[in-house]
């Protein structure tokens, strides 16, 4: 088709040793919104990797007309690294003029001061909001984007939606935000997802360990946060 920009065909998916998807078959067009559905564990974040180039498919074939941007729904930046200084050397590698981050941080929504901030001070939703933004001013035509939508309020939401409008976008929308795409691919069965553990520390000396759903994790972390806990430890 003249118009794509992105395809997938008889593309099988692994996961560790686990086939998660087999036969998928996906056209993108230039300006088109592609929603990847499918309840948690379904492998639409193990299709986005594949199609970003990050993972080689276990059968079949993708083909990209053009550079893709793929921003996971899990962001991790060094610790001590401040975002602000993090936005400006990508920028920088990617030969793109200064942009003025705080302008750009302030119109998708981000708190104030987020841009002074080390990344370990960050929630999971926020560091993504953060890679989304320098995503969609980059330049790049094709965004692969993973649960975009999770944690946003309703400017984040609105902010995001305008600026997805007419974008080439595959992205996934567990949250089901009311974002419309213009196709949608529906994936796979229900796996179970395991629970995130979190372990923080504050500096009164308490301390916390806690396993909490996964998709009640960002809520979790980002209240820690704001009370003044350090994150020891996210994972499974």
């Known amino acids: 088709?003249?118009?794509?920009?992105?395809?997938?065909?008889?593309?099988?998916?692994?996961?560790?040793?686990?086939?998660?998807?087999?036969?998928?078959?996906?056209?993108?067009?230039r300006g088109a919104a592609v929603r990847l559905a499918g309840p948690n564990g379904s492998g639409k974040t193990s299709l986005l990797r594949v199609l970003a180039g990050l993972a080689p498919p276990a059968r079949g074939a993708v083909s990209r007309a053009c550079a893709c941007?793929?921003?996971?729904?899990?962001?991790?930046?060094?610790?001590s690294l401040?975002?602000?200084?993090?936005?400006?050397?990508?920028?920088?590698?990617?030969?793109?003029?200064?942009?003025?981050?705080?302008?750009?941080?302030?119109?998708?929504?981000?708190?104030?001061?987020?841009?002074?901030?080390?990344?370990?001070?960050?929630?999971?939703?926020?560091?993504?909001?953060?890679?989304?933004?320098?995503?969609?001013?980059s330049g790049v035509p094709v965004l692969l984007l993973d649960e975009?939508?999770?944690?946003?309020?309703?400017r984040g939401r609105e902010w995001l939606t305008g600026a997805l409008a007419e974008r080439t976008v595959v992205f996934t929308d567990h949250y089901d935000s009311g974002f419309a795409p213009s196709a949608t691919l529906a994936l796979g069965d229900e796996v179970a997802v395991p629970p995130v553990a979190v372990r923080a520390t504050h500096p009164d000396g308490r301390t916390l360990e806690?396993?909490?759903?996964?998709?009640?994790?960002?809520?979790?972390l980002r209240t820690l946060l704001d009370d003044g806990w350090h994150i020891d430890r996210v994972g499974r």
Do not use: Y
Not at 1 to 23: E, N, Y
Not at 90 to 107: F, I, K, M, T
């Open 1 to 29: 088709m003249p118009d794509s920009v992105l395809s997938a065909t008889d593309v099988t998916v692994r996961r560790g040793r686990r086939v998660v998807l087999t036969g998928i078959d996906l056209e993108v067009e």
């Open 69 to 79: 941007a793929f921003v996971p729904e899990k962001v991790q930046l060094a610790g």
């Open 82 to 137: 401040r975002v602000g200084e993090w936005l400006t050397v990508v920028r920088r590698l990617r030969g793109l003029p200064p942009l003025d981050w705080h302008v750009a941080a302030e119109r998708c929504g981000l708190p104030d001061g987020v841009l002074a901030n080390a990344a370990a001070r960050l929630s999971k939703g926020t560091l993504q909001r953060v890679a989304v933004l320098e995503a969609l001013e």
């Open 148 to 154: 975009p939508f999770a944690g946003l309020d309703a």
């Open 210 to 220: 806690r396993d909490v759903a996964a998709d009640a994790s960002d809520d979790l």
